[in-house]
């Protein structure tokens, strides 16, 4: 895996980093028939956005998506995202794998929405990327975005392996990872020892972090996938 660099970008207005967020996090849910009713009404806040790397990668993810049959593109997006653990959504596996780690992750991140005055939205997780960068847009660069540069690591694995997979979707993740800090070279070459080597997992001989739903609002690992198991 040949890992990218990000382009430059020019959206320094807080307004215009929490649009671009927003638009990232629609962008990056699944393609029901309220999204695709709003492509034009998406492509006019794109072509809004200052001229920046940001706005082309969008724009140019845009032209891919305004024109693809829902069918096509709801397939696409399952087979990116839900049958690729390489290019998965779910911020805290790339960072913790499946370990107990991850779950307090996910605890803490859940916490930090509410202390924001954030209600996490019931059957998903709290590190799934849309949810994330609505997070970010509604609280700011220094306390919401604070989760993404958290995981700047994970988002540069789903950003190179959708440039490997020839998604298109790796626009989304480029115009994304162009508003955050950019990675040191000892960074970089952690990300590609994290890239072979993959995610960390549970110690031998440890039972896996599961917690019931009622205990921690999270589905234990191990569960039958449903809308709020722990994923990938």
């Known amino acids: 895996m040949r890992l990218l660099r990000a382009p430059e ?24 028939a309220g999204l695709l009713d709003a492509r ?19 724009e140019q993810f845009l032209w891919w998506f305004a024109d693809r049959q829902p069918m096509p593109l709801a397939r696409h997006y399952v087979e990116t995202f839900d049958l690729r653990r390489k290019s998965s959504l779910y911020l805290t596996y790339y960072l913790h794998g499946d370990t ?21 939205p019931e059957g998903e997780l709290p590190d799934f990327l849309p949810v994330v960068c609505e997070f970010a847009a509604l609280a700011g660069p220094d306390t919401g975005e604070a989760p993404l540069r958290q995981h700047r690591k994970g988002l540069e694995l789903i950003r190179t392996a959708l440039h490997d997979s020839g998604s298109p979707y790796a626009l ?10 950019g990675l040191s070279e000892a960074e970089r070459t952690a990300l590609a020892d994290l890239a072979l080597a993959g995610p960390p997992a549970e110690d031998v001989g440890l039972a896996p972090y599961g917690p019931s739903l009622n205990e921690s609002g999270l589905a234990p690992y191990g569960s039958p996938p449903n809308e709020s198991e722990v994923r990938p």
């Open 9 to 32: 970008t020019a959206l320094e207005r807080p307004q215009d980093r929490a649009t671009l967020l927003r638009l990232v996090s629609l962008l990056l849910q699944y393609p029901d």
């Open 40 to 58: 034009p009404e998406l492509g006019r806040v794109v072509a809004a956005l200052p001229n920046s790397h940001p706005r082309q990668a969008l």
């Open 100 to 120: 107990r780690r991850r779950g307090m992750a996910l605890l803490t991140l859940k916490q930090r929405y509410r202390v924001a005055g954030l209600t996490p």
């Open 172 to 181: 989304v993740l480029d115009a994304l990872c162009a508003v955050l800090p």
